[in-house]
């Protein structure tokens, strides 16, 4: 995605902190004519790997062609947006300026691997469930082992290698004499706009007003 310097993040903490709590991402897969093949599905981060890479987990039902484009074709762009909202030019102190889009995402470049077999889709249910609700993982093992198979039977694992990472954060870094202003607003808006508002503070940008004899 396009990223000048001021957004780009190398922050690996940023992009992981960012997954996990936007997991509903966007995984983008070519299909046989070519042409882009979108899915909205959620997806688990795996970044405990003694090689410190990352991993991303999930799965579709079989009848979804995404699974047998990732086996012909294993490259995609797994896209995930954080907090996002406008902001208007009404936070700068001068009239010459127009209004924006904040908003704090990540891209993921990935090689996938399909995840077949019913041990091991079963092993990919089972970190999904300790993920998203630990407590239901005893009712999925009250379901028996004939129901169980019948559930597996109908799904495709994946795990997706992460081999390229871009974390956008554009919170108007390059604009300090918005902050103030810009926290002022979002922190009294919608809940996402608060949510840039926490983030504001997590990044360090000076979110209140100058003392009258600095203006």
Known sequence: MYMPPHFDSKDRAIAAQLMREHPFASLISVDDEGQPFGTHL????????EEG???LLGHCAKPNPLWRHLQARPRALVTFLGPHAYMSPSVYPDLARVPTWNYLAVHCT???RLIES????????????GDHEPAYAQQWRDLG????LKMLNGIVGFELQVTALQCKLKLNQHRREAHAAMYAQYSAGSP???ALAVWMQRLGLKTEAAPAEER
Do not use: T
């Open 192 to 194: 996402d706009e608060q």
């Open 145 to 148: 082992e004939e129901f169980q």
């Open 42 to 49: 959620p997806l688990v981060l795996d970044d405990r790997r």
């Open 118 to 129: 019913p041990p091991e889709k079963d092993a990919l249910l089972k970190r999904l469930i």
């Open 53 to 55: 890479g990352f991993a």
């Open 110 to 112: 990935v090689e996938a």
